[in-house]
């Protein structure tokens, strides 16, 4: 992320929030203040997540950073929202988790509330022809 700001009121204001001073270390790339988890999700997912099908009928939502604190940030903030991501895996250059139930991606999309063109229109596509038989519990017959 590159900022460009010639203000000082600025520059003061985003070192309030959290942002030091200089060159940015990687690892303290987190917020330091209270902020709004579900607009904080949204904001991360409209620029660096994504939905896509895996496994046929089955959507997925992938969450990427370069940043580990920042995405076990987000993921930690989904758990507290009584979501069930997936553990932080390590790719070539970034970190990331994913949602995979079927029921959750339909509420993540309901309570985060994603901005991002893109994503509604692949989530309303994809999920049209999704039909899902429900699951029951078959009791042991002895």
């Given amino acids: 992320m590159a900022i460009y700001g010639y203000s000082k009121s600025v520059a003061l204001t985003l070192n309030e929030w959290g942002m030091p001073f200089g060159l940015k270390k990687m ?53 507290r929202l009584g979501f069930s991501p997936t553990e932080i895996r390590k790719d070539e250059t970034k970190f ?24 509604l229109k692949r989530f309303r596509i994809l999920s049209e022809d999704r039909t899902f038989r429900t699951c029951r519990r078959r009791s042991k017959q002895f």
Avoid: W
Avoid at 29 to 46: K, M, N, Q
Avoid at 96 to 119: G, M, T, Y
């Fill in 96 to 119: 990331r988790f994913c949602l995979s139930r079927q029921a959750e991606i339909d509420r993540f999309f309901r309570v985060i509330s994603p901005k991002n063109l893109k994503h």
């Fill in 27 to 79: 690892s303290r790339l987190t917020p330091s203040v209270a902020v709004d988890e579900i607009a904080f999700i949204r904001g991360l997912f409209d620029t660096d997540g994504s939905v896509y099908r895996k496994y046929g009928r089955y959507l997925q939502i992938q969450f990427k950073c370069v940043n580990p604190n920042l995405i076990e940030f987000v993921r930690m903030s989904l758990n």
